[in-house]
């Protein structure tokens, strides 16, 4: 079972990222909610995941802090952390990028550009994207 | 109403976009651009949502939305009917919806290098400017219904009306 850890200080958010990463094809998987970046990185010791998606902009912990704890950390830091934010541009893209963000999502999220960003992803980590699929 | 909006015709064009493309995709509703006059503003049957602007520039988004269309979104999102749709979940959409539409729209209009920094989205007990507060209002229809995103904010307003300026349009 895969884990993949959603983290949104909106609940609305978490819902529509999940329901798309659902439609896009991610079967087999649970999901795990969290309300900010503190929050998320608590999950993420607690059980290994297989993929974090995050907004930038949340109250305790934001995003961008978020991605810095994962990669700066040996055992997180393979994570592909997708950033979902309505607020990006190419300078902070780039930056997000150069953190170490497998990829940068603009709101609203949408099952198609979710389905691109997985296959890519599930190449990186050398997976068959039919693999996670339902035929 | 500021005589800037009434010439506002390429941000209008932006805003159309973005308010439609955040409706249809997380809403499944089709936006229509409504009159100067159909402007919905804050009374007791609307639900409101602020959220701040901090950089590049200063200033606040206001969206102003009837509760009865505020359920029908939570209805087509969760598929809650609205006497058992919660107030918190009406809010937490609300929220998202502005949130969305601002970050969107701002990137847009910003240079490349500039890097845009909001605050949090407060919804539900947030006021409306004063009628005569400087703004900018955008009017729009959803099966029936108004809304309204009201900009307000020195800072923000010139930075729309400079980059309305085809002529000098950087900050």
């Given at each position: 079972?895969?884990?993949?850890?959603?983290a949104?200080d909106?609940?609305?958010?978490?819902?529509?990222?999940k329901?798309?990463?659902?439609?896009a094809?991610?079967?087999?998987t649970?999901f795990?909610e969290?309300a900010n970046?503190?929050?998320?990185?608590v999950k993420?010791?607690e059980?290994?995941?297989?993929?974090l998606?995050t907004?930038l902009?949340?109250?305790?912990?934001?995003g961008?802090t978020?991605l810095?704890?994962v990669k700066?950390d040996?055992?997180?830091?393979?994570?592909?952390v997708l950033?979902?934010?309505?607020?990006?541009?190419?300078?902070r893209?780039?930056r997000?990028?150069?953190?170490?963000?497998?990829a940068?999502i603009?709101k609203p999220?949408?099952?198609?550009?979710?389905?691109?960003?997985?296959?890519?992803v599930?190449?990186?980590k050398?997976e068959?994207?039919?693999?996670i699929?339902?035929? | 109403?500021s005589?800037?909006?009434k010439?506002?015709?390429?941000?209008d064009?932006?805003?159309?976009?973005t308010?439609?493309?955040t409706f249809e995709?997380?809403?499944?509703?089709?936006v229509e651009?409504a009159?100067?006059k159909?402007g919905?503003?804050?009374?007791?049957?609307?639900n409101?949502?602020?959220?701040?602007?901090?950089d590049?520039?200063q200033?606040?988004f206001?969206?102003?939305?009837?509760?009865t269309?505020?359920?029908?979104i939570?209805?087509?999102l969760?598929?809650i009917?609205?006497?058992?749709q919660?107030e918190?979940l009406?809010?937490?959409?609300?929220?998202?919806?502005l949130?969305t539409?601002?970050?969107r729209?701002?990137?847009?209009?910003?240079?490349?290098?500039q890097t845009?920094?909001?605050?949090?989205?407060?919804?539900?007990?947030?006021?409306?400017?004063?009628i005569?507060?400087?703004s900018?209002?955008w009017?729009?229809?959803?099966e029936?219904?108004?809304?309204?995103?009201?900009?307000v904010?020195?800072?923000?307003l010139?930075?729309?009306?400079?980059k309305?300026d085809?002529?000098?349009?950087?900050?």
């Open positions: 079972m895969r884990r993949v850890i959603i949104d909106s609940s609305t958010a978490r819902m529509f990222i329901r798309c990463l659902e439609i094809g991610l079967n087999e649970t795990v969290a970046g503190k929050e998320a990185l993420l010791k059980e290994h995941a297989d993929m998606v907004d902009n949340m109250p305790v912990m934001d961008e978020l810095k704890w700066s040996p055992h997180t830091h393979e994570i592909p950033i979902i934010t309505s607020a990006g541009n190419q300078a893209e780039s997000l990028i150069s953190l170490g963000a497998f940068v603009k999220v949408s099952p198609a550009n979710m389905l691109t960003i997985l296959k890519t599930m190449n990186e050398g068959c994207y039919e693999s699929s339902k035929k | 109403m005589r800037y909006q010439n506002n015709t390429t941000l064009e932006l805003m159309l976009s308010v439609s493309d995709n997380m809403a499944f509703m089709e651009r009159g100067e159909d919905h503003y804050s009374n007791e049957d609307s409101l949502s602020s959220l701040l602007v901090n590049p520039v200033g606040e206001i969206l102003s939305l009837p509760k269309l505020n359920r029908k939570v209805e087509n969760y598929g009917s609205g006497e058992k919660d918190q009406m809010m937490d959409i609300l929220s998202e919806v949130n539409i601002t970050g729209f701002m990137s847009e209009i910003m240079d490349s290098e845009l920094e909001m605050g949090l989205p407060e919804s539900g007990t947030c006021e409306c400017p004063k005569d507060t400087p900018l209002q009017n729009y229809f959803v029936g219904e108004t809304f309204s995103l009201i900009a904010g020195e800072s923000l010139k930075f729309l009306q400079k309305n085809p002529v000098n349009n950087s900050v």
